[in-house]
């Protein structure tokens, strides 16, 4: 079964940017919707970004205009990029592909 790995998240001060990735065990993304998540304390996993196997792309309201998710088939990776990042940004960013969730990475947003 595939396999899903997080990697990018950290502490970054309120305005700051960071880049997630979501590498695959095998190549997947050129065909199915991969979707970045987040999950804060106390709140449920929300979708944040989503792009599909044909490279369209979905944001939730709150991310517009700041963060940005593409896809490397090439390289079995789909990246977020986070800019601007408010505080209410902290969270568990999850990738998802299918049924598929990898283990999340922590993004710190503060001061």
């Known amino acids: 079964q595939v396999q899903l790995m997080e990697s990018g998240g950290g502490l970054v001060q309120p305005g700051g940017s960071l880049r997630l990735s979501c590498a695959a065990s095998r190549s997947i993304f050129g065909i199915i919707t991969v979707g970045w998540y987040r999950q804060a304390p106390g709140n449920q996993r929300e979708l944040v970004a989503d792009i599909t196997g044909g490279g369209s792309t979905n944001y939730a309201d709150s991310v517009k205009g700041r963060f940005a998710i593409s896809r490397d088939n090439a390289k079995n990776t789909v990246y977020l990029q986070m800019n601007s990042l408010k505080p209410e940004d902290t969270a568990v960013y999850y990738c998802?592909?299918?049924?598929?969730w990898g283990r999340g990475t922590q993004v710190t947003v503060s001061s």
């Open positions: 998802k592909a299918g049924p598929r």
